[in-house]
Nanobody, 126 residues
Framework: QVKLVESGGGLVHPGSSLTLSCTASGISLGSYTIGWFRQAPGKEREGVSCISFIDNATLYPDSGKGRFTISRDDAKNTAYLQMNSLTPEDTATYYC???????????????????WGQGTQVTVSS
């Protein structure tokens, strides 16, 4: 079965760090560009980071710049999102999505991605 599964979400205090994982099955992530997205209640989905299949180049929109780090381990067929200095504004459901052979600028639009995970909830609260 072809799928992406996110994990690692949870309830954390402001200022904490959290690392999310996105594990693929049924596909080999090595040829895919991977994006991390989030959607808070009542808000539109937004891209927070992307890592390309080309040389692992990364791209961070303002929402993820400076505090988030995306990485990938193709041997484990898994991508990661390390999030630091979390604030309540980071509370959202986080999703990963992939697109074969695409540029990050395209993936971060969230349009026409070939596969999405089911999401993992991140709640930042004191």
């Amino acid at each position: 079965q072809v799928k992406l599964v996110e994990s690692g979400g949870g309830l954390v205090h402001p200022g904490s760090s959290l690392t999310l994982s996105c594990t693929a099955s049924g596909i080999s992530l090595g040829s895919y560009t991977i994006g991390w997205f989030r959607q808070a209640p009542g808000k539109e989905r937004e891209g927070v980071s992307c890592i390309s299949f080309i040389d692992n180049a990364t791209l961070y929109p303002d929402s993820g710049k400076g505090r988030f780090t995306i990485s990938r381990d193709d041997a484990k067929n898994t991508a990661y999102l390390q999030m630091n200095s979390l604030t309540p504004e980071d509370t959202a459901t986080y999703y990963c999505g992939v697109k074969l052979g695409a540029l990050c600028q395209s993936v971060l639009t969230g349009r026409r991605l070939e596969l999405w995970g089911q999401g993992t909830q991140v709640t930042v609260s004191s």
